[in-house]
């Protein structure tokens, strides 16, 4: 419903500046460069590298790496697309069988792609931004443990009480066996 009217304007949009329309029916074999905007409606069986936007129709078939700038594709595609700087859209009608790399991607219910998509433009991956948080969470706890103490950690607690104990507040087996002789002692 709201789907259909924005792909029908994004495609009226796109088709007032297309430079190149290659045809339904049209087979293209060999490479397709082009410096405008371009429009596929036949079969191209080659690399298509445009320097704008590429549109793949419904009855279109590219077999052959797709290099441009943004890419709608409501036909299929079978090989890799690189859109780095731009957006990869594959419409329901529409099929990837490959990698694709952009800086945005939309895909639709229905659509199919199979293959890997890599993210452009991104300076660090979300895991990474999560590692960062994590570790600036626990310090943080770390530092507020301390200050709600009252300045002195567990083990000078213990110093001023003769015994030693661990991080755990358990006794150490050195002192454990001194208090139990102490205890012999005075049992004697």
Known sequence: MFG?????????TALE???TI?????????????????????TVKGNVTVSGALIVGQAAKIV????????????????????????????DSGKVIGDV???????????????QCNMTGVDKSS?????????ADKSADE????????????PDKA???NKATDSSGAESKDTKEDSENKNEDNKK
């Open 143 to 154: 530092s507020g443990k301390v200050a709600e103490g009252d300045g002195t950690t567990e």
């Open 17 to 19: 500046q297309v430079g």
């Open 101 to 115: 790399s952009c800086k945005g991607i939309i895909i639709d219910e229905n659509a199919v792609f199979h293959g």
């Open 64 to 91: 052959g790496t797709v290099s441009c700038m943004n890419a709608y594709i409501a036909g299929e595609v079978e090989g890799n697309v690189s859109a780095p700087q731009g957006k990869v859209e594959i419409s």
């Open 159 to 161: 110093d001023s009480d």
């Open 127 to 135: 895991a990474a931004i999560a590692k960062e948080r994590a570790v």
């Open 22 to 42: 290659i045809g339904p029916g049209a087979v293209l074999e060999g490479p397709l460069t082009t410096k405008d905007s371009t429009r596929i409606d036949g």
């Open 4 to 12: 259909s009217k924005k792909n029908e304007s994004v495609l009226d």
